[in-house]
């Protein structure tokens, strides 16, 4: 069993920072790629920012440069850093994270966590 609980998420001003934080627990022999996503009512749940096992980061066009995402393996845990947030950065953000389990043998799966929403007022 894998669980993924995320924390951070609040209700900020438009411009100021928040940093949501993702830790996985469980019978995990490996963590793969990591990442965060977002949805919104009525809006499909879209991909925010992606951290692959070798620290490779993709990011949406609308948070470059605005957010980071960064993981601490010997946490387990990834970390979006969001800065200069806009009202339309609203969402309850997700965490998501490929992972191998067991001991002597193996399965991998996508795991999803509760979400966390963020509220970005004007």
């Known amino acids: 069993q894998v669980q993924l609980v995320e924390s951070g998420g609040g209700l900020v001003q438009a411009g100021e920072s928040l940093r949501l934080a993702c830790t996985a627990s469980?019978?995990?022999?490996?963590?793969?790629?990591m990442g965060w996503y977002r949805q919104t009512p009525g809006k499909q749940r879209e991909v925010v920012a992606i951290?692959?096992?070798?620290?490779?980061?993709n990011y949406a066009d609308s948070v470059k440069g605005r957010f980071t995402i960064s993981r601490d393996n010997a946490k387990n845990t990834v970390y979006l850093q969001m800065n200069s947030l806009k009202t339309e950065d609203t969402a309850v953000y997700y965490c998501?994270?490929?992972?191998?389990?067991?001991?002597?043998?193996?399965?991998?799966?996508?795991?999803w966590g509760q979400g966390t929403q963020v509220t970005v007022s004007s």
């Open positions: 998501n994270s490929e992972i191998v389990t067991g001991v002597s043998s193996f399965s991998r799966g996508t795991y």
């Open positions: 469980g019978s995990i022999f490996r963590i793969n790629t």
């Open positions: 951290i692959t096992s070798g620290r490779n980061t």
